[in-house]
């Protein structure tokens, strides 16, 4: 069983739309939990931590649920530049390697 | 401030040769990881070095290795190359505490014919 498992999508929604993003993760001893993005043929990067209590960055929302090992991305009000890859990414036993998911493929379109 | 650089941008190399790739941290930071990204995956973890000492290995073959130098810059080494280690090769760095937000550079893409 991979470490971090996603949707691969691709999730292709209009502009303005609402779209959510799962993850789920198999190390419960995991510490560290992030959301980055990847552009097509550029480098990740980092789009927010997820905590325990949930974060929120302007239209996006991160929700970490410990007990299922499960995170998400919420994006609202749906632009065409947020049209990438989004990786779901949590650390790894020692705490110093990073896992992540294959990525989840969104097209906003307008 | 200057982010992670990688050197070379794109490599082209033919099976059974060696490649060195080049990775310089941000400044300051003393930690510096290595992924491996293939087409339509997520980067895996090949290596991390922490003040010249090596913290971690993904899993992967002897004939990736690793160093880093007193200044934190790094090298990845790929022995005897395969068709399959055609990827986007990743560094990474973060400050003291590698368990911290890891920035990554723009990659060198290489491609073993």
């Known amino acids: 069983r991979k470490e971090v498992e996603q949707d691969p999508g691709p999730f292709n929604v209009p502009e303005g739309a609402t779209v959510a993003f799962n993850c789920t993760y198999s190390?419960?001893?995991?510490?560290?939990f992030f959301w980055y993005r990847q552009d097509c043929r550029k480098e990740p990067k980092l789009l927010m931590s997820v905590y325990s209590s949930g974060n929120e960055d302007g239209r996006f929302t991160a929700q970490l649920n410990r007990a299922s090992q499960y995170i998400s991305l919420l994006i609202r009000d749906s632009k065409l530049s947020d049209s990438a890859t989004y990786l779901c990414v949590v650390n790894s036993n020692s705490g110093y390697a990073l896992n992540f998911g294959k990525g989840t493929s969104l097209l906003v379109t307008p | 401030d200057a982010g992670v650089t990688q050197s070379p941008t794109h490599l082209i190399k033919t099976r059974g040769q060696h490649v060195t790739l080049r990775c310089s941290p941000i400044s300051g930071h003393k930690s510096v990881s290595w992924y491996q990204q293939v087409l339509g995956q997520g980067p895996q973890f090949i290596f991390q070095?922490?003040?010249?000492?090596?913290?971690g290995r993904g899993n992967f073959p002897d004939r990736f290795s690793a160093r880093q130098f007193p200044n934190y810059s790094s090298e990845l080494n790929v022995n005897a190359l395969l068709l399959g280690d055609s990827a986007l090769y990743l560094c990474a760095s973060s400050s003291w505490d590698p368990r911290e937000t890891q920035y990554f550079g723009p990659g060198t893409r290489l491609l073993v014919l």
């Open positions: 070095y922490y003040e010249k000492e090596e913290r």
């Open positions: 190390n419960s001893a995991s510490q560290s």
